[in-house]
């Protein structure tokens, strides 16, 4: 018998998508406290201060060339690029293993992720037709991951684990509209030139990815000109961390089995080494010893694609840091003074709420029942459709994305921007309430996992492997 059990003495091994599970719902929890912290701050005494505070100009001198702006913009621009590679090296690892790397399972959350992003513009645009407030059209069509992944996860004992996996392949698509969408529709005058040396660095990217480049370093400091680059060009910054994801490298250096033969050749030799030193309880004498696990770290390091490494680095980053850091630059409204009779009959209000909160639950439910009706999807196993409705309604919680894409709608009108703050977190809350709720009394019995097919076919925790 083993005289030192193996989960003990290392701790239980969980899969990838359990452990993003745990991290999404911790960071909503963050999330949902800094917001309420930033409104409470924002309606004290020290309000005026606080919004004077991330209107701070803060600059890079590098010889002749500076880059200077408020504090609030080097957090929408710069910190939440690192947001957008998160969402993009997610996209990716969905795209190439995860429920979006087959047609038929990714035709059910594409559906209802394109769904979502058609009504809520819909609704909105019928309601501001003209003037300024049109451009505010893609502010409803965004999903907050963190948030409605992470508030579904709160039912995880009541609900089919699919619904999970649902809903994040939902939101991961939709984030690919919402990029699409900035993109296409909210960029600036564009610099041909600026965009021309943009390119360049890209197609450099490209030529580290396909060379078998696999240290961070060099992605890391083309990443960052190659954001430079876009935030002078006139398209926003933050599409370049997207665009630097798919160029990270997913393939590791050795394959499973190639790993596996290390393992035992190292265990054999650390084995060795254990027998001849019996004398000693330290093995700090041994250099051998030390080379070994030397030599084991590295190839557990080499076993894993640099993109996982990386989204693996970066994902607490952005959940616990940038994320909240943004709320805070963003959501500081002074609640106690806000007329809110007045502002939420306003079109750009009411635009927002019953695009988020009908426009995604109509849009969401419909094309997911469209797909399944002209057989292009099925339900997931265990799912069903009163399960759908639920999720559709979470999917109104448009809270980062939304206040992102609101920003940059209304970057030179504060007050339509503050009329769309409040109709965000008013149809967040709602969502949220609505989707809690509905799946708490119409799901029945409580769900439970589904069974892998084999070993190999979905990872640990239902979720499959990088290939070789």
């Not at 452990?19 to 309000?47: D, E, H, K």
């Amino acid at each position: 018998m083993n005289q030192y059990p193996l989960e003990p003495l290392f701790g239980r091994i969980i899969g990838p998508f359990e452990r993003f599970l745990r991290q999404t719902t911790a960071g909503g929890i963050v999330l949902i406290c800094m917001t309420l912290l930033t409104l409470a701050v924002a309606s004290s005494p020290w309000g005026d201060a606080y919004r004077h505070l991330w209107e701070t100009p803060i600059g890079i001198d590098i010889g002749p060339h500076a880059v200077k702006m408020p504090l609030h913009v080097w957090v929408n621009e710069g910190l939440m690029a690192l947001f957008f590679l998160l969402v993009g090296l997610e996209l990716k690892r969905e795209i190439m293993v995860g429920e979006l790397a087959s047609l038929r399972n990714a035709a059910l959350p594409v559906a209802g992720a394109l769904g979502g992003m058609l009504a809520p513009a819909l609704i909105y645009f019928l309601l501001n037709r003209s003037g300024p407030a049109s451009a505010g059209w893609g502010v409803p069509m965004a999903t907050d991951i963190a948030f409605s992944v992470g508030i579904l996860v709160l039912l995880a004992w009541r609900i089919p684990r699919n619904l999970i996996i649902f809903l994040t392949a939902l939101a991961i698509a939709d984030d690919l509209g919402a990029v699409l969408v900035i993109a296409l529709f909210y960029t600036q005058t564009i610099d041909m030139m600026l965009l021309g040396v943009g390119a360049g660095i890209l197609s450099i990217l490209v030529l580290f990815n396909r060379g078998g480049i696999r240290h961070p370093l060099p992605y890391a400091i083309l990443g960052v000109l190659l954001w430079v680059a876009f935030l002078r060009s006139g398209i926003h910054a933050t599409l370049a961390g997207v665009l630097l994801a798919f160029t990270i490298p997913a393939r590791p250096v050795y394959t499973p089995h190639q790993f596996d033969e290390q393992l035992k050749e190292m265990r054999d030799a650390f084995h060795a080494e254990t027998v001849s030193c019996e004398e000693t309880d330290t093995p700090l004498g041994v250099y051998r010893m030390s080379a070994i696990a030397e030599n084991l770290e590295k190839a557990s390091s080499e076993v894993q694609s640099p993109q996982q490494r990386m989204e693996h680095h970066l994902s607490p980053w952005v959940t616990f840091a940038i994320i909240p850091l943004f709320a805070m630059a963003n959501a500081g409204l002074n609640v106690l003074e806000m007329p809110f009779r007045e502002v939420i009959v306003q079109p750009v209000t009411l635009g927002v709420i019953l695009g988020l909160v009908l426009g995604k639950f109509c849009g969401i439910a419909s094309f997911a029942w469209l797909a399944v009706k002209l057989r292009l999807s099925r339900l997931p196993r265990g799912v069903s459709w009163r399960h759908i409705l639920g999720a559709a309604w979470l999917g109104g919680i448009g809270f980062t994305m939304s206040l992102f894409i609101g920003q940059l709608a209304f970057a030179g009108r504060p007050d339509l921007f503050e009329n769309v703050r409040i109709g965000i977190i008013l149809a967040s809350l709602v969502s949220a309430i609505l989707g809690l709720a509905w799946l708490y009394f119409s799901a029945g019995k409580p769900g439970r996992s589904v069974p892998n097919s084999g070993p190999c076919a979905a990872g640990s925790e239902g979720e499959k492997t990088v290939p070789d």
